[in-house]
C-alpha cells in the first residue's frame, strides 16, 4: 500500500522583497494623523516668513530687480538665461508665476516656497515608508523633523532658495518612483523617476547627486551590484553630466570666485572634513544661527574643531562600515548624508563661507532617518517612550524654528543676526548698506570699517565708503575711498566714476573728465558715467557734448524720466525751448508725476511768452510738489509776465513763507 503524499502545489509563499529587517515590528497602525501633525507643526513654525520681505542677498538678482520674471513673451528665455551662474529655468518660471500673481509683494513669494516645503515634508513621509515598510514611527519623526529642524528656515524662507525647495520636492518625487520600480520591477516607474530627475536638476543643478543617491536605495534593498544595476543609471549619469557642464560653464562666465589662493592645503584639507561634521554638530545642537558662515581668518590658525574633525568622519564611516550587514539603516544614513552634502563640502574653494544651512536641505532626510531608526530602536518595547522624546524634539524645533525666521523677516534682521552669531565682512557689510540705501551714512560707515577688520582688500567697500563719504560732503575722504578701491581693483568703472564725480564737485575738470572717461573706456554700458559726464559738460557750458551723453544714457535707461529731465533742461539753456518741451514731454510719459519735468515745460513756455502755457504746466508742477523753490520762482514770473501781478504777488509771498524758519 502506497503511502499517501500531500500536495504542495496549493500552498504558496509569500513574495520576497528586497526589503531588509528593521528593528521591530511593534508598532502601532499606522494612521493619516501623523502626517497631518508633521504638517500643521512645520506650518506654525514658519508663520513669521508670511510677513517677511525681500532681502538684499540675491533676491534682486532673482526677483525684485530680475526682467526675466516679468513676463512670459520669449518662454524660451528661462531655458537660455542662466541667473547668478545657475542654471535653473524651473526656478525662474516659479518666480515668474509668482510675478504674475502678486509683481513684488512678497507674500505670494514667500508662500509658495512654504507650500513647497510642506509639499517636502509629506513627500519625505511617503519615501521612508515606503523604503522602510511598517516603520510608521520612522517615517513620521524623520519627516516631523525636515519639516520643523531650524537649519532648514533659510532653504524656505529665503526667496532666492525657491531653486531648493523645488529641486527637494522633485527630487523626492523621483527617489519615490525608483523604489516603486524596484519593487515592482516595473519600467513605467524607472522613466517616471528619470522625469522627475529631469525636473529636479532643471530647478537646481545641485540635483546631480540623484544618480548617486540611487545606489544608497540599491544598497539598502539589498540589489545585486552588477553591470546591470551601473548601465541602468547612464540615462541619469549623461543628463547629470550635462547639467554639470552647463553650470560650470555659467559660473565661469558670470565670473564666480575661487578663494583658494589665499588658504594652503594644509588648511584646505579640513574644510571639507570641517563642514561634514559641523552640519552633523548643527543637527543636534541649532544654536548661533546665521545667514553667513565665514572662513576662518586668512593670517591664523585653525581651531581645534579643523583638527578634530577628520577623526569624526572616520568615526561615522566606520560604523556605517561594521553595520552595513547587520543593520544597514545606518550605513544607508550615513551614505544618503554624505553623498548629498559632498558637493557643497568646500573641497574646491568658492566664495567665503565655510559652511551654509540651506545645504542641510536634503542630507538632513538621512541624519533625521538614523535618529528615529535609533530612537525605535533603543525603545523596542516602549515605543511611546520614543513618540514623547519625539515629541519634545519635535516641540523644541518648532520654537526654534519659529524664532530664527524673524531673523528673516528683513534685510536689517537679517544681518543683525549675522553679526550677533558669527560676525564677519559680509555681515557688516550687508547691514552697512541698509543703513547706506536709508541715508544713514555715518553709520554705514561705521560698519563698513568694521568690515575693514576681516577683509581689508574688499574694493567694494572702499567704494561704498565714497559714497557715503560724498554724501555727507567729505571730499577729501571720498576721494581717498574711491582711490583705495581702485588699489586693489584696477578694472572698477564705478569707482572711476565716483571719483570724477567728486573731482567734478570740487571744479578739477580735467581729473573729472579722465576718470569718466576711464570708466566708460572700462564698461561702455556703464551709463552713470555718461550722466555724470553731461553733468559735468553742462556745468561747462558744453551743450552739444551734454547732450551726446545724455543721450547715450537714455540709450541705457529709457524708462528713467529724470534723464529725460536732464536732457531738458540742456535744451533749455542752449535756447532750443521747442526741443526741450517735446524732451520732457517724454519724462511725463514715463513719469506722469515727476514735477520737474512740468516746471522745465513751463519755464520753456515762458521763453516762448506763452504765458498761459507756462501757467498750466507750473500749476501741474505745484500740485505735484507745492515746495519746490525752483518751480514757485517760474510761477510768480509767469503770472507777472501774464499781468496778474496779485497772483504773481500771492505766490512770491508764499514762497517767502516756506523759506523762513519755523
Known amino acids: 500500500m502506497s503511502g499517501i503524499k500531500k500536495s504542495k502545489k496549493h500552498i504558496q509563499e509569500a513574495p520576497k522583497k528586497n526589503t531588509p529587517s528593521t528593528v521591530s515590528h511593534n508598532q502601532k497602525p499606522d494612521f493619516p494623523w501623523r502626517p497631518i501633525i508633521a504638517l500643521v507643526c512645520t506650518a506654525a513654525a514658519y508663520i513669521p516668513v508670511l510677513s517677511a520681505d525681500f532681502v538684499n542677498w540675491d533676491d534682486q538678482d532673482y526677483a525684485t530687480n530680475n526682467p526675466l520674471i516679468h513676463d512670459f513673451s520669449?518662454?524660451?528665455?528661462?531655458?537660455?538665461?542662466?541667473?547668478?551662474?545657475?542654471?535653473?529655468?524651473?526656478?525662474?518660471?516659479?518666480?515668474?508665476?509668482?510675478?504674475a500673481i502678486s509683481g513684488l509683494d512678497p507674500l505670494s513669494y514667500h508662500l509658495l516656497n512654504l507650500l513647497f516645503h510642506l509639499a517636502n515634508v509629506f513627500c519625505v513621509y511617503i519615501f521612508i515608508k515606503k523604503l522602510i515598510p511598517?516603520?510608521?514611527?520612522?517615517?513620521?519623526?524623520?519627516?516631523?523633523?525636515?519639516?520643523?529642524?531650524?537649519?532648514?528656515?533659510?532653504?524656505?524662507?529665503?526667496?532666492?532658495?525657491?531653486?531648493?525647495?523645488?529641486?527637494?520636492?522633485?527630487?523626492?518625487l523621483g527617489l519615490i518612483q525608483y523604489l516603486s520600480y524596484i519593487d515592482q520591477e516595473s519600467r513605467k516607474h524607472f522613466w517616471y523617476?528619470?522625469?522627475?530627475?529631469?525636473?529636479?536638476?532643471?530647478?537646481?543643478?545641485?540635483?546631480?547627486?540623484?544618480?548617486?543617491?540611487?545606489?544608497?536605495?540599491?544598497?539598502?534593498?539589498?540589489?545585486?551590484?552588477?553591470?546591470?544595476?551601473?548601465?541602468e543609471k547612464i540615462p541619469f549619469g549623461l543628463v547629470a553630466a550635462l547639467f554639470l557642464y552647463l553650470t560650470l560653464h555659467a559660473q565661469t562666465k558670470a565670473g564666480a570666485t575661487p578663494t583658494s589662493e589665499f588658504y594652503g592645503w594644509e588648511k584646505r584639507i579640513f574644510f571639507p572634513f570641517y563642514g561634514y561634521m559641523m552640519y552633523i554638530y548643527k543637527l543636534f545642537f541649532p544654536v548661533k544661527l546665521t545667514a553667513f558662515y565665514?572662513?576662518?581668518p586668512i593670517n591664523e590658525g585653525l581651531k581645534p574643531a579643523y583638527y578634530i574633525s577628520p577623526l569624526v568622519f572616520a568615526a561615522t564611516a566606520y560604523w556605517s562600515y561594521k553595520t552595513r550587514n547587520t543593520h544597514r539603516e545606518i550605513a544607508f544614513a550615513f551614505s544618503f548624508y554624505f553623498l548629498s552634502v559632498f558637493m557643497v563640502l568646500q573641497l574646491f574653494l568658492v566664495g567665503s563661507a565655510i559652511i551654509a544651512e540651506r545645504y542641510t536641505y536634503v542630507p538632513y532626510i538621512g541624519l533625521s532617518l538614523l535618529i528615529c531608526w535609533l530612537l525605535q530602536s533603543w525603545f523596542n518595547q516602549r515605543i511611546t517612550t520614543a513618540y514623547v522624546l519625539l515629541s519634545i524634539a519635535g516641540f523644541l524645533c518648532t520654537i526654534k524654528t519659529f524664532q530664527h525666521s524673524k531673523s528673516w523677516t528683513n534685510t536689517a534682521a537679517l544681518w543683525d543676526n549675522a553679526i550677533k552669531s558669527y560676525p564677519g565682512a559680509k555681515a557688516y557689510t550687508n547691514r552697512a548698506y541698509v543703513y547706506q540705501k536709508d541715508g544713514k551714512w555715518a553709520k554705514a560707515i561705521e560698519l563698513y570699517t568694521k568690515s575693514l577688520q576681516y577683509n581689508v582688500i574688499d574694493a567694494e567697500v572702499y567704494y561704498n565708503m565714497g559714497v557715503a563719504h560724498f554724501n555727507l560732503n567729505q571730499d577729501s575722504l571720498a576721494i581717498q575711498s574711491y582711490s583705495t578701491a581702485l588699489q586693489y581693483r584696477k578694472d572698477y568703472p564705478d569707482a572711476y566714476n565716483g571719483r570724477g564725480s567728486v573731482f567734478a564737485k570740487l571744479g578739477q575738470k580735467e581729473k573729472a573728465y579722465a576718470d569718466f572717461n576711464k570708466s566708460i573706456e572700462l564698461d561702455s554700458s556703464y551709463s552713470l558715467a555718461y550722466k555724470n559726464r553731461a553733468s559735468a559738460y553742462f556745468l561747462e557750458n558744453k551743450y552739444m557734448e551734454a547732450i551726446a551723453d545724455y543721450k547715450r544714457y537714455i540709450d541705457y535707461n529709457e524708462q528713467d524720466a529724470e534723464g529725460w529731465s536732464n536732457l531738458c533742461v540742456v535744451y533749455l539753456n542752449k535756447g532750443d525751448n521747442q526741443e526741450a518741451i517735446k524732451i520732457c514731454e517724454q519724462a511725463i510719459q514715463r513719469d506722469p508725476k515727476f514735477a520737474k519735468a512740468y516746471t522745465n515745460i513751463g519755464a520753456a513756455y515762458i521763453n516762448l511768452n506763452d504765458f498761459g502755457k507756462a501757467i498750466e504746466y507750473l500749476n501741474r508742477s505745484f500740485q505735484l510738489d507745492s515746495l519746490s523753490e525752483e518751480n514757485l520762482k517760474f510761477l510768480s514770473l509767469a503770472y507777472l509776465k501774464n499781468r496778474d501781478t496779485t497772483k504773481a504777488y500771492s505766490i512770491f509771498e508764499y514762497a517767502q513763507k516756506i523759506k523762513q524758519p519755523k
Open 74 to 99: 520669449n518662454f524660451s528665455k528661462f531655458f537660455t538665461t542662466p541667473v547668478q551662474g545657475n542654471f535653473h529655468p524651473l526656478t525662474m518660471i516659479s518666480l515668474a508665476v509668482n510675478y
Open 134 to 172: 511598517g516603520q510608521v514611527f520612522i517615517a513620521f519623526g524623520t519627516a516631523l523633523l525636515f519639516g520643523v529642524h531650524p537649519m532648514h528656515v533659510e532653504s524656505v524662507a529665503w526667496v532666492s532658495e525657491r531653486k531648493d525647495v523645488l529641486y527637494t520636492f522633485f527630487l523626492l
Open 193 to 231: 523617476a528619470f522625469a522627475f530627475f529631469v525636473l529636479s536638476i532643471l530647478s537646481k543643478p545641485a540635483a546631480i547627486i540623484f544618480p548617486a543617491l540611487l545606489f544608497t536605495l540599491d544598497f539598502y534593498r539589498k540589489r545585486k551590484w552588477n553591470l546591470h544595476l551601473l548601465w
Open 294 to 296: 565665514p572662513l576662518p
